[in-house]
């Protein structure tokens, strides 16, 4: 399994500002992603972060409005960018165990109002 | 690419009684699926997971079943407890997870 833990735990932003989300996991990881949840919806892939390359982003976001990076294979961010009311979400970061389980497991979570 | 679909999306139960959760997806070619649960406000803790070569799962009153040819999930919880109250998300992985809407669970005392 793995443990891991994001900061901050929630914030309420102004809109046109920026926030950088950290998650930090317990054991090295070569996959992390982030995922986010708007109110009453269910989980959106996105983007994956490799550790030494760029995120790959899945269809709908794009790295201007969220860059991550991903610096060593325990550590990654996330940066809400140029953030409106619609970013106000439960932002995820989850990684997956080795070998072929590919068993996923999530931080606590970032709640974001943006205002 | 792949659609999570979980019937129902609520559910209200005396305390006791059993649950019966229901996943389905359309691509079959997965690595496993998961079930996770989630508190409001909370992130997810996983509560089992199935192979795509296993046909059950069990963990303490938890009991997850795949069929994988016809693309559907089910998660049973016995003797359902007020503590069970929380939303059940199934998430069907093929590298990347594909979640469902959930299904949003009270137990009433």
């Known amino acids: 399994s793995a443990v891991i833990s994001q900061k901050p735990s929630r914030d309420i932003c102004q809109r046109g500002t920026s926030l950088t989300i950290q998650c930090q996991v317990d054991s090295q990881v070569t996959m992390m992603f982030w995922y986010r949840q708007q109110p009453g919806q269910s989980l959106t892939l996105i983007a994956t972060a490799n550790q030494g390359s760029e995120a790959t982003y899945e269809s709908g976001f794009v790295i201007d409005k969220f860059p991550i990076s991903r610096p060593n294979l325990t550590f990654s961010t996330l940066t809400v960018s140029n953030m409106s009311p619609e970013d106000s979400s439960i932002y995820l970061c989850?990684?997956?165990?080795?070998?072929?389980?590919?068993?996923?497991?999530f931080g606590p979570g970032t709640r974001l109002t943006v205002t | 690419k792949q659609e999570v679909t979980q019937i129902p999306a609520a559910l209200s139960v005396p305390e006791g009684e059993n649950l019966v959760l229901n996943c389905s997806f359309t691509d079959s070619a997965i690595y496993n699926l998961q079930w996770f649960r989630q508190d409001p406000g909370k992130g997810l803790t996983s509560l089992l997971l199935?192979?795509?070569?296993?046909r059950e799962q069990t963990s303490g009153r938890l009991n997850a079943s795949l069929d994988k040819s016809s693309g559907r999930s089910t998660l049973y919880i016995a003797a359902s407890q007020p503590g069970d109250s929380a939303t059940y998300l199934c998430?069907?992985?093929?590298?990347?997870?594909?979640f469902g809407a959930g299904t949003t669970v009270t137990v009433r005392a």
């Open positions: 199935i192979q795509s070569s296993q």
């Open positions: 989850s990684v997956h165990t080795s070998g072929s389980l590919y068993e996923q497991y």
């Open positions: 998430a069907v992985n093929d590298y990347k997870l594909s």
